[in-house]
């Protein structure tokens, strides 16, 4: 069995054509993967990354796939079947949020779509791609889900995007144990939970106390890192996990006051104007 998991495999990314699927990338062209397939709703930047990274001799093509249509998904998986075979790699990475209380959220626009592309189409596209990783014992295969630090702490104006992140862990983690109890050793699951990450997703965002914003680069890197490894659960920064480890053992009332006036968890999507 291959070594390294991105050495001669297709990897093939949701939200690839900027930000941190771009990293992902540029990271698999760099690690010599035999070929990259390119995710995104917006086409025209998807191609020229690919052309972009083509120039290193591996194959990226780009494919225009609207992720929060089942339908889309469908077809876009039939076609880098067609052109390359099936995925080795997948990296679920597409994601939008809506940053105000939940009842100015838009039931069709905020909730359904960031529920579509947040959960359901990283849940539409592993279940495309896994028969395929099952059967192929032949080199280890990776999925990589990235979910946020929001999908483990509650925090106000992000309700829909908290719940759409939560989800992603635990089916992530329920699919993780299942190949386990099932002997498909050759594939792991890693989900990634960071903080606010500088994209410009989260613009207007402030990191809690301890807690930076994360450069994009160094994100991604844990990221990779991680899915390399097979690591369940990458978190960062290390906050992370002290607020698990705390809102789980404090009382609730306790935690709620630490959380607003302490740490200024509650009060970090205040400032909010996310990428217009």
Same mark, same amino acid.
């Given at each position: 069995? $291959?070594?390294?998991?991105? $050495?001669?495999? =297709? %990897?093939?990314?949701?939200? *690839?054509?900027?930000? /941190? &699927?771009?990293?992902?990338?540029?990271?698999?062209? *760099?690690?010599?993967?035999r070929a990259v397939a390119l995710w995104d709703i917006d086409e025209d930047a998807a191609t020229a990354l690919a052309a972009d990274l083509s120039?290193?001799?591996?194959?990226?093509?780009?494919?225009?796939?609207?992720?929060?249509?089942?339908?889309?998904?469908?077809?876009?998986?039939?076609?880098?079947?067609?052109?390359?075979?099936?995925?080795?790699?997948?990296?679920?990475?597409?994601?939008?949020?809506?940053?105000?209380?939940?009842?100015?959220?838009?039931?069709?626009?905020?909730?359904?779509?960031?529920?579509?592309?947040?959960?359901?189409?990283?849940?539409? =596209?592993?279940?495309?791609?896994?028969?395929? /990783?099952?059967?192929?014992?032949?080199?280890?295969?990776?999925?990589?889900?990235?979910?946020?630090?929001?999908?483990?702490?509650?925090?106000?104006?992000?309700?829909?995007?908290?719940?759409?992140?939560?989800?992603?862990?635990?089916?992530?983690?329920?699919?993780?144990?299942?190949?386990?109890?099932? &002997?498909?050793?050759?594939?792991?699951?890693?989900?990634?939970?960071?903080?606010? %990450?500088?994209?410009?997703?989260?613009?207007?965002?402030?990191?809690?106390?301890?807690?930076?914003?994360?450069?994009?680069?160094?994100?991604?890197?844990?990221?990779?890192?991680?899915?390399?490894?097979?690591?369940?659960?990458? /978190?960062?920064?290390? $906050?992370?996990?002290?607020? /698990?480890?705390?809102?789980?053992?404090?009382?609730?009332? $306790?935690?709620?006051? =630490?959380?607003?006036?302490?740490?200024? %968890?509650?009060?970090?999507?205040?400032?909010?104007?996310?990428?217009?």
């Amino acid at each position: 069995m $291959t070594e390294n998991p991105i $050495t001669d495999a =297709l %990897v093939l990314i949701t939200g *690839a054509a900027r930000g /941190m &699927g771009e990293l992902y990338a540029r990271r698999a062209v *760099a690690a010599r993967a035999r070929a990259v397939a390119l995710w995104d709703i917006d086409e025209d930047a998807a191609t020229a990354l690919a052309a972009d990274l083509s120039r290193s001799g591996v194959d990226v093509r780009a494919y225009r796939v609207d992720v929060s249509q089942r339908e889309d998904i469908v077809t876009g998986i039939e076609r880098v079947r067609a052109d390359f075979g099936a995925p080795d790699v997948v990296i679920n990475n597409a994601g939008i949020v809506r940053g105000t209380p939940f009842w100015e959220h838009d039931p069709q626009r905020d909730i359904e779509a960031t529920m579509r592309i947040n959960t359901l189409a990283a849940m539409w =596209l592993t279940r495309e791609v896994l028969p395929d /990783m099952i059967a192929d014992t032949s080199r280890p295969k990776r999925i990589l889900n990235i979910a946020s630090a929001a999908g483990t702490l509650a925090n106000p104006n992000m309700s829909v995007y908290a719940a759409s992140k939560w989800a992603m862990i635990g089916w992530g983690e329920s699919v993780r144990l299942e190949l386990e109890a099932y &002997g498909h050793q050759h594939i792991r699951v890693t989900t990634f939970c960071p903080s606010y %990450v500088s994209t410009g997703m989260f613009e207007g965002a402030r990191g809690p106390l301890l807690t930076p914003i994360l450069n994009p680069r160094t994100a991604t890197s844990a990221a990779w890192n991680g899915m390399l490894r097979g690591t369940p659960l990458v /978190m960062r920064p290390w $906050t992370v996990k002290l607020s /698990m480890a705390l809102r789980g053992l404090l009382p609730t009332n $306790t935690w709620d006051f =630490l959380a607003r006036y302490v740490f200024k %968890v509650y009060s970090s999507m205040d400032q909010f104007t996310g990428r217009h």
